[in-house]
């Protein structure tokens, strides 16, 4: 059986399209898109091969069946720790069996036996450092937990999160004041997981060095989310604030694109820069098909970061197709919108703008505005909202986001006259969204 849901297809998939240009596509690590237990594969979206480790408790996919084989009798969850757990420990089992060494290893095989004609697009997803917080024991100890940085609390907004527990909490609270000795280790675990993803990447890029691949070859960076590890008294993701939604965004292009003779190439921007445009996760689908050549078929809602890789290109122009920017410009989006439904508890859905400069907030449940100067307080410790001389400030924000979920056609469960509405249920707004009901019913996803 499957979650039904899994096996709808959306209207655009970014695997479909890049087969569709003569590639050949295939995921490994993390893809949350569900497991068929009658094929006993993934739910596959269109890639060609999957190898998945999803992290969940009910699924039981490539890395459980290779563990539960490799180690019959054997708790792969021995560490002791959950998956949505604040704590953190080392991994108790042999660092060959941990999840990031597997998918890392996948990785590599891949790379060295790939024996195809035809391009490859491989996407290797690490699960962590999501929780559960466990890296092996040797990564865990380049960092010492009395020199972890403590977490940001006592802004003039956070206090309410300040749960007090009488006893030990539940491993999976959201929320809550939890002693600095405890986050310190959980934050040393935490560096640690990603000092062991990075000692995979490490590997991963070597190979493809070594397999003649490096100079034909886009290599991008990044994450779903972050983790709020403590600070404002929250943890995990699903935020709007800094640790929870402040990722990454790494790009390194072969030097084939390059415009210099007599490769002809079409990026002029110097490896290593530093850009300060606002970028999202919605940029990747057009990105790569950017890449890959592939025409766009569908309206998509983001932008081909090779815009602004080719930025400097004499009279080339930026494309953008964010909602709230103009469909053609000379210049990159001006800031970008975020959103999250209802997850961990009943308040916790919101939407949010940002130019990477000032950050607004509407959270629906309490019906409040929560605006950030993010120059001076990047940490978001400070609430201007309700500061007069940031009245208009508030108000430009504000409005912007009234006048895209006017011009999205949201309706008056979302604004009305103008004004912002109160949502005390979380609602799934998409026009993509395979269960929505702004789109025709779903295609099975039979392949």
Not at 120 to 142: A, C, E, G, I, T
Not at 230 to 242: E, Q, S, V
Request: proline residues 8%; charged residues 25%; glycine residues 8%.
């Amino acid at each position: 059986m499957v979650n039904t849901l899994y096996t709808f297809r959306y209207p655009y998939e970014l695997p479909r399209a890049l087969s569709s240009g003569g590639y050949f596509t295939c995921s490994i690590g993390k893809d949350h898109f569900g497991w068929n237990t009658t094929t006993n594969e993934g739910v596959p979206h269109g890639y060609h091969r999957t190898d998945l480790y999803d992290g969940l408790p009910k699924e039981l996919d490539d890395y459980d069946q290779w563990f539960a084989e490799a180690n019959p009798g054997v708790n792969p969850m021995a560490t002791g720790l959950e998956y949505n757990d604040y704590r953190g420990r080392a991994y108790v089992l042999d660092e060959y069996y941990h999840p990031t060494a597997y998918v890392g290893r996948a990785a590599i095989e891949f790379l060295k036996t790939y024996d195809q004609t035809r391009p490859f697009f491989l996407k290797v997803s690490f699960h962590r450092p999501h929780s559960p917080y466990d890296p092996p024991k040797v990564y865990m100890d380049q960092y010492d937990p009395t020199h972890m940085p403590d977490p940001y609390t006592g802004g003039n907004w956070d206090s309410r999160y300040a749960v007090n527990y009488n006893t030990t909490p539940d491993p999976g609270i959201w929320c809550g004041n939890i002693s600095l000795d405890t986050l310190r280790v959980s934050r040393q675990a935490y560096y640690g997981n990603v000092g062991f993803i990075d000692s995979w990447v490490g590997e991963i890029l070597t190979v493809l060095q070594e397999q003649g691949l490096a100079d034909d070859t886009f290599v991008l960076f990044t994450a779903d989310h972050g983790d709020m590890l403590g600070d404002h008294y929250h943890f995990r993701k699903t935020y709007p604030y800094f640790g929870s939604s402040h990722i990454p965004m790494m790009f390194k292009w072969p030097m084939s694109r390059r415009p210099h003779p007599p490769t002809g190439g079409d990026i002029s921007e110097p490896r290593g820069s530093v850009r300060e445009e606002v970028v999202e996760l919605r940029d990747l689908f057009p990105t790569f098909l950017d890449i890959a050549g592939v025409p766009v078929a569908h309206t998509l809602n983001g932008s081909s970061l090779l815009n602004l890789l080719r930025a400097s290109q004499p009279g080339h122009k930026l494309q953008n197709s964010i909602s709230q920017q103009k469909q053609e410009g000379e210049t990159w989006r001006e800031y970008l919108d975020l959103e999250h439904s209802t997850c961990y508890n009943i308040t916790n859905h919101w939407n949010a703008l940002t130019d990477g400069h000032t950050k607004y907030v509407f959270r629906a449940y309490f019906d409040d505005e929560q605006l950030f100067d993010l120059d001076s307080d990047p940490h978001e410790m400070t609430n201007l909202a309700g500061e007069p001389e940031w009245r208009s400030t508030l108000e430009q924000w504000r409005g912007r986001m009234v006048e895209q979920f006017e011009r999205e056609g949201r309706g008056p469960q979302w604004v009305a006259d103008r004004k912002l509405v109160r949502r005390t249920k979380g609602q799934l707004y998409s026009p993509n969204y395979p269960g929505s009901t702004r789109n025709p019913p779903p295609i099975p996803d039979t392949d």
